[in-house]
């Protein structure tokens, strides 16, 4: 094994933990509102725009991992 990690997969750990943390954010707001609280609206579309970004960069991220995979396949035809 390499003594350098592999930088996808930081990448993909770091974009899972921030995806993870705004879903506890959501899961937070989500709480304070049930409890009877008036939690700021934007506040909500802040932490949705969040996670929207996340996973679209997640999405991105696998994204560059298939096109190498796919032009592999192809050629070993």
Do not use: W
Request: proline share 6%; aromatic share 6%.
């Amino acid at each position: 094994m390499s003594a350098q990690p592999n930088p996808f997969l930081q990448n993909l750990r770091q974009l899972n933990s921030r995806f993870d943390s705004t879903a506890q954010e959501l899961a937070d707001f989500n709480r304070r509102q049930a409890d009877g609280e008036h939690p700021d609206p934007a506040e909500f579309m802040d932490l949705l725009s969040k996670q929207s970004v996340t996973r679209t960069a997640m999405a991105a991220q696998f994204g560059l991992t298939q096109k190498p995979l796919k032009t592999v396949l192809n050629e070993t035809r």
